[in-house]
């Protein structure tokens, strides 16, 4: 009997450390505002990335909250704060170090766009290098366009390259597919031609460094499952 | 997807088409073949007239290219490779040839290697499409066979991938099929383009007579290229510490890196340790144990770890690393430690350092631009590239040095038709009719007919050593990782994040490789947890005493008393014969 309380004791305390740590552990989910990605709608954060991410932390048992925040301070808030994470990233080898990660949360792709009248030729990458190019700054197509040595001319948000395009001040638009897709039904522009999707990224979740490694673990092992079920695919068809 | 015409692409091509169009569209399709001869001319007689073939040879290759890929016109594959000059050729240029002559669009990604590596590992573990191909670094061959989750080549060629196989692919000639073979004689994998990782060293300074005069006199033999690592050691410090200056200009007998950084785990995946002789005899990764440390047992790896029988953390192992740090630390630039892979791949290029021991020949059309310094104004080099110098430990029979050899690699969940016309596309990049010109472009040779042709004889003098290195023997010895490794992504980060800590002084080199060697153990017994592998899974070794294994035959090997023997050199021409 004895033994059997002290058994009790015990299970009782082991409970209480892990709903200590469960409550404690809130984690902060920082996302910057990239429509259809991530966007306040009526005062809530949603969005293709930020459903799929949702998602994950709630069948994982984690609590979370979800903020916008400009990419840049979002990156070195998560360096520095425990229980953060930032999203989506592309995880690169000079990333790579900084955090801890659970990869894909997204697969991206970017595309060359003109209006439905345009004549202008590309057949691969390289013959949009002649061309004058439109993209935003500090967006994945700017980043790899630069990368690969084009000259891009970038605006401070996505949606004015349409109306670029539409008065010939860019010859393309190179934009993420989702993103465009959705900024012309915004604008309501219906001859907006697909020329080539040249470049495909994944995204991940990268969280602060003292993010513990069972965590991880445990997004991984959801993020599979979400994949294997089709929630991705279904979450990510509500936005195309 | 666009609707593709290639029948389009050349005005003549155009001009029949309109002709035709008015019999009607049965006609048209069938005369569509033409245009493709067309086309196929058109490319043979313009960018491939570098060719081991005749070009009525040429066109019988192309030919069957039309033929074997008219079920998949207008088709778009998607494929992706790594960011060197070949993939960039093939990516730009040849894809618009295949499309013109077979009509199935290819976009051809270009990326890093490490995110190369990430989208086939999450394409095979979430079986979640995303390409129809991979040009991948034939290191995985171990995870590739293990998961089967990779398509045998051998069985395709004979089984559903037949009528799209190219009866003139000529796999005997391709010089790198036994890295891309598994333990069960398959071939999994067919090369794209190869390099290897070479001694570099400016032939200039070394021909000098007072500099060469000065050594003698300081180190009793000749200035010559190193063949063992005591030489080598001696010219770093030759340089750095007693030649300093040439022409005005501080000079390094050294270049390495050391950055807390992925790319710093390439320097020594990249057959670092096999290098200084810690693995077995055997071509091409050496058996039991491989130059990983990683020792197989009926091709289940038993262990890293020396007390497993392993050589991870044995003698050989931590006498490597401890070179890589003290070489780093007194021969190098100051600034040297800090870097990356990237930052100090420029730095021979800037002419201030005399040798360096770990070179990838993926450099040498780089170094070849005539504005550099360590070329002549005509674009000669004056630096040449050698067989590497070899460790203490290391014994006739092993391996020597790493060779990159990205190949084509399709996965089991890529739909069979899709994969067909991708399969038609990985042919074509490396069929006769094409890969001479390749060669030439990216100096990354997969065939032995093109290093053997008269082409790469006319032009062998422009790259320091490339194409002898090539033609000789050694070119079996400088071979990828292998078949040991079972799941290279999931053990690879092991190699920077451990050795960041000997590199920066955090560990010693001896403590490194211990902790590395039981992560590295840990590691692949979870992957035998996790159940996910078809064959040849992980089976750890109890541990016995490191003194057991250090006495068996072969690696692990015991510490030599002498780590530092005689330095020996060997004039440039004779170093490239040695292995002949």
Known sequence: MRINMKLKTMAAAVALTFSGIAAAANYTLLTEELPPYSMKLGGKVTGASVDIVSELFRRSGLSFDVKLQPFVRAVDSTKNDANTCVFPVERNQEREVSFKWVSPILVTHTAFYTMNDSKVEIRVLNDAKKLSIGTYTGSAPAEYLSGQGFEVQTTPKDAPNIQKLAAKRIDVWAADTLTAAYLAKEAKVTNLKERLVYFSALRALACNLGTDDSVIDKLEVELKKMYADGSVEKILAKYK | MPTLFPCHSSRKGLFKHIRLAVLGLGILASQCGWAGEAEAKKWIDTEFKDSTLTKDQQMEELKWFIKAAQPYKGMTIRVVSERIDTHWYEAMTLTKAFEDITGIKVVHEITGEDDVVKKISTQAALDYSLYDAFINDSDLIGTHYRYGKVVALSDFMVGEGKDVTLPTLDLDDFIGLSFTTGPDGKLYQLPDQQFANLYWYRHDWFSRPDLRAKFKSIY????????????????????????????????????????????????????????????????????????????????????????????????????????????????????????????????????????????????????????????????????????????????????????????????????????????????????????????????????????????MAEVAHKYGGLIEFYRSNARVAWTPSGTNVPDYPALADLWWKNIALAANDQLTPQQAMDKMAKEMDERMQKLTDAGKMARCEPKLNEPKDAAYWLAQPGAPKPKLANEKPQGVTLPYEKSLKAWD
């Open chain 2, 220 to 455: 009793g033999y000749e200035l010559d290229v190193p063949q063992n690592w005591s030489a080598y050691e001696d010219i770093a410090e030759f340089f750095t510490v007693h030649v300093k200056e040439i022409d005005g200009k501080r000079v390094y007998g050294h270049m390495d890196y050391g950055k807390k950084d992925p790319s710093l785990g390439w320097r020594f995946s990249d057959a670092w340790l096999s290098m200084a002789g810690a693995g077995d005899k055997g071509i091409p990764n050496g058996l039991p144990v491989d130059e990983w440390g990683i020792r197989v047992e009926d091709c289940h790896p038993v262990g890293a770890s020396v007390t497993r029988g392993g050589a991870l953390n044995g003698p050989a192992a931590v006498y490597s690393i401890t070179k890589f740090t003290e070489w780093l630390n007194k021969y190098a630039p100051p600034d040297a430690k800090a870097m990356n892979f990237s930052q100090a791949g420029a730095l021979p290029g800037q002419g201030n350092i005399a040798q360096q021991i770990f070179w990838y020949t993926a450099f040498t059309a780089a170094l070849t631009d005539p504005n550099l310094p360590v070329t002549e104004a005509d674009g000669s080099p004056k630096w040449r590239m050698a067989p590497s110098p070899r460790g203490p430990y290391w014994e006739e029979g092993m391996k020597l040095g790493y060779q990159d050899t990205g190949s084509w690699t399709f996965l089991t969940s890529t739909p069979l038709e899709r994969r067909k016309a991708a399969w038609l596309y990985a042919q074509f990049l490396v069929s006769k009719t094409v890969s001479l010109k390749k060669t030439l472009v990216g100096l990354t040779p997969i065939r032995a007919s093109d290093i053997n042709s008269a082409k």
